[in-house]
């Protein structure tokens, strides 16, 4: 069974740092397309960035470019999400995704 837990959110000012994790159980997640989606409150779903499976492809929205960066560790199995500079537009859950297989976010604010 798929199973994928996030961790790491949590409160920073502007301009702060934090790293998001994504246990994966269930499949080897490097074999498959990985996600990060975050949906502010009140708002949908919206992309982040992806890592391709495979050679590892990388791909981000526009507005996260230069400052996080989506890894894999093919041996743990887990997923990341470096944020730096982060901006009070940057606040909201984000979650790990594969497929239709999600997690249960993890909650980052950033707020002065």
């Known amino acids: 069974e798929v199973h994928l837990v996030e961790s790491g959110g949590g409160s920073v000012q502007p301009g702060g740092s934090l790293r998001l994790s994504c246990s994966a159980s269930?499949?080897?997640?490097?074999?498959?397309?990985m996600s990060w989606v975050r949906q502010a409150p009140g708002k949908g779903p919206d992309w982040v960035a992806t890592?391709?499976?495979?050679?590892?492809?990388?791909y981000y929205v526009d507005s996260v470019k230069g400052r996080f960066t989506i890894s894999r560790d093919n041996v743990e199995n887990l997923l990341y999400l470096q944020m730096n500079d982060l901006a009070p537009e940057d606040t909201a859950t984000y979650y790990c995704?594969?497929?239709?297989?999600w997690g249960q976010g993890t909650q980052v604010t950033v707020s002065s």
């Open positions: 890592i391709s499976s495979g050679p590892g492809t990388t």
């Open positions: 269930g499949f080897t997640l490097g074999d498959y397309d």
């Open positions: 995704n594969t497929g239709n297989h």
